[in-house]
């Protein structure tokens, strides 16, 4: 399968969605931020390895308390991908975390911010 074929931007939304169920509906860990968001999902072509890059909404503490736990879940959200999906190969999973919606929630303030005061400089 190649990189940049449908099929295998397709695989990949689809074991997006499964994992953002898995972790949403079926893990019990509390160390798990209910905030937590799997961005995008990269599955290798021979579909045995897979980079799932979490966004977790909260502080820092509590981003490492969910990787912490995403990585002991990993195993068993892995056997329940394999369950739901019919794959040849269940990837085994690696979860990295990525800041960038909360880099784009304090990019958007600071142009709120911008804006505020440079309609407050042409009021004057």
């Known amino acids: 399968m190649r990189k940049n074929s449908i099929k295998y931007s397709r695989m990949n939304g689809e074991v997006q969605r499964e994992i953002s169920r898995i972790i949403a509906q079926e893990i019990k ?3 798990i931020h209910p905030m937590t968001s799997v961005l995008s999902v990269e599955v290798t072509p021979d579909l045995k390895y897979a980079k799932v890059f979490v966004s977790v909404l909260g502080s820092e503490e509590e981003k490492e308390n969910t990787k912490a736990g995403l990585k002991s879940a990993a195993s068993h959200v892995r056997s329940q991908l394999a369950k739901s999906l019919n794959l040849r190969n269940t990837p085994e999973l690696t979860f990295i975390m990525d800041d960038s919606i909360e ?5 958007s303030k600071r142009i709120d911010e911008l804006n505020l005061s440079h309609d407050r400089e042409e009021e004057e």
């Not at 880099?103 to 990019?107: A, L, T, V």
């Open 103 to 107: 880099y784009g929630i304090q990019m």
């Open 29 to 31: 860990d509390p160390r």
